[in-house]
């Protein structure tokens, strides 16, 4: 009795097992490069598509003055050219400097948007320039 309820227990163990199995699917992780020099306007990476719900990541590798920083949102788009982009930070700002990374909140993905990018916008009284890499999506 026991050796049969303990063989049925490792079936049902197996078969679990063999159920439970977890799909993965392709992020867009690969960072691209956004560079920009800040004046008055504000700009835009291009637009990239967003195959998941995490964050978008962004690095600020380095700027041409010692200090300067931006401040970006997220935004989505439904199509890779759309004009009209949409904030879509869910309230977040994110200041950067030249060493810093974000790992960027957004619902690009749970508003039905299939494209990201970022919006930088000035934050520093001079003109700047600055070097970034940056993911639609985060491991």
């Known amino acids: 009795m026991f050796k049969k309820t303990l063989t049925m227990l490792t079936m049902c163990a197996l078969m679990l097992g063999t159920v439970m199995v977890v799909p993965t699917w392709a ?17 835009y990476s291009e637009l ?16 041409s003055r010692k200090g300067a920083q931006y401040n970006a949102k997220v935004y989505g788009a439904s199509t890779e050219n759309a004009k009209k982009k949409k904030n879509l930070s869910n309230g977040h700002t994110y200041t950067l400097k030249a060493g810093e990374y974000k ?37």
Do not use: H
């Not at 992780?29 to 700009?43: A, H, I």
């Not at 719900?53 to 700027?63: E, F, N, P």
């Open 27 to 43: 992020s867009n992780y690969q960072d691209t490069s956004f560079n920009f020099t800040m004046d008055t306007k504000d700009v």
């Open 48 to 63: 990239r598509m967003k195959t998941d719900s995490s964050s978008v990541y962004l690095k600020c590798t380095k700027s």
């Open 103 to 139: 790992y960027m909140i957004n619902e690009v993905s749970e508003r039905g948007y299939a494209y990201a990018c970022i919006r930088a916008s000035r934050n520093y009284m001079y003109s700047c320039t600055f070097s970034n890499l940056w993911s639609p999506d985060s491991i």
